[in-house]
C-alpha cells in the first residue's frame, strides 16, 4: 500500500467516578454479580458533561499542537453524537480548520476505528487528501454504561491523530494495513473467533509481517479474560497483549486503541512502549465487523 504515517497521538479523558457509583448496579442479585464481574478489572468510569463534538476537539487540537502544522481534511468518528450535521462543522471551527473538508464516520459502534482508518487511507492513496487529522469521540449517554455481553463499562472520552503521506521526523508509527470483515450476528463466539482469525491472516500476509514480529498486540479495554480469549482466537501469544493500566478508565469506545498507541511511542523503558521497527497490531470489534490495523513503531527518522 501507498506509504502513510501516524503521527500525533493524544487523548481526552472525562473524569473518573467510581464503578460501585453506577445506578445500574441497583443490588438486584444480577446487578451484584455483574459488579462482581467489573470489578476484578475496573474501578472507575468516565463521565462527562456536554456535547461530544467538544470532547473531540480537546483531543483534536492536543494532536494540531503536537504536529505543528494544519491538515487538509478531518474525520470525525462517533457512535453516539446525536447530531453530526451540527457536530462537523462546529468541530471543524473550534480546531481553526474551517476551509478543510470532512467526513463522519459511523455504523461499526466500538469497531469504527478499522472502517475510519480504512477510508481514510483510500482517500490518500487516491490523492483527495495529504494530511487527515482522525478525531474520536463518544460519551456514553443515555444508551447507560453496562455492556450487554458484560465485557467492559462505557467510558467518555476521545483520541485524535493524524494520518498522512509524509513520513514525520519525530516519533510516529507507518501504516502497514488495515483488514475490515464482517462478523455474524447473533454473538456466536466461534464464528466471531473464525472471522478475527481470517482478518488477522489477511492482514499479515498482505503487510508482510510474521507473528515473530509482532511486539504488541491492542484490544479494547475488555476485561482481561475476554483478552486472552481473544488472543487465543486469533493466535496470537498472549504475552503479547498490552495491558496498561485501565482500571480508571474502561472502555472509551472506539478511543481504546488509539489511547493505547499514545504509550507505544514513549519512553523505552516505560510499561507498553515498542521498540523501534517494532510492530503493533491493533485488534478491535463491533457488533458485527472485526478490524485489523498493522504499525510499525519508529521512534525517529
Not at 236 to 246: G, H, N, S, T
Request: hydrophobic share 45%.
Amino acid at each position: 500500500m501507498t506509504e502513510m504515517y501516524i503521527s500525533g497521538v493524544r487523548s481526552w479523558l472525562a473524569e473518573p467516578q467510581p464503578l460501585s457509583g453506577l445506578p445500574e448496579f441497583d443490588g438486584s442479585a444480577d446487578a451484584l454479580n455483574r459488579q462482581r464481574e467489573l470489578a476484578a478489572d475496573f474501578t472507575h468510569y468516565r463521565h462527562a458533561d456536554g456535547a461530544i463534538w467538544r470532547s473531540g476537539a480537546v483531543a483534536g487540537r492536543a494532536t494540531l499542537d503536537s504536529v505543528g502544522g494544519s491538515v487538509d481534511s478531518l474525520v470525525y468518528v462517533s457512535e453516539n453524537d446525536p447530531d453530526a450535521v451540527t457536530a462537523l462543522p462546529a468541530l471543524l471551527d473550534e480546531l481553526g480548520l474551517e476551509f478543510a473538508t470532512a467526513l463522519s464516520v459511523a455504523g461499526h459502534e466500538c469497531g469504527n476505528l478499522g472502517p475510519a482508518l480504512s477510508c481514510t487511507a483510500d482517500a490518500i492513496a487516491a490523492g483527495r487528501a495529504e494530511t487527515v487529522l482522525v478525531v474520536l469521540a463518544d460519551h456514553a449517554g443515555a444508551r447507560g454504561r453496562l455492556m450487554n455481553n458484560r465485557l467492559s463499562v462505557f467510558s467518555d472520552g476521545a483520541a485524535a491523530f493524524v494520518l498522512g503521506r509524509n513520513r514525520p521526523a519525530t516519533a510516529h508509527l507507518e501504516l502497514l494495513g488495515v483488514d475490515v470483515a464482517r462478523v455474524p450476528g447473533g454473538g456466536d463466539l466461534l464464528a466471531t473467533a473464525r472471522s478475527a482469525q481470517g482478518s488477522v491472516a489477511r492482514l499479515l500476509q498482505r503487510s508482510n509481517v510474521t507473528v515473530a514480529e509482532i511486539a504488541a498486540v491492542a484490544f479494547a479495554n475488555y476485561r482481561w479474560d475476554a483478552q486472552r480469549f481473544l488472543a487465543a482466537a486469533t493466535r496470537l501469544p498472549p504475552d503479547r497483549v498490552l495491558r496498561p493500566d485501565v482500571a480508571d478508565v474502561a472502555h472509551c469506545f472506539s478511543a481504546d486503541v488509539p489511547v493505547k498507541l499514545s504509550g507505544v511511542l514513549c519512553d523505552s523503558d516505560a510499561d507498553g512502549a515498542v521498540d523501534d521497527g517494532g510492530v503493533v497490531l491493533g485488534l478491535v470489534t463491533g457488533p458485527w465487523s472485526w478490524s485489523s490495523v498493522a504499525l510499525r513503531a519508529h521512534r525517529a527518522v
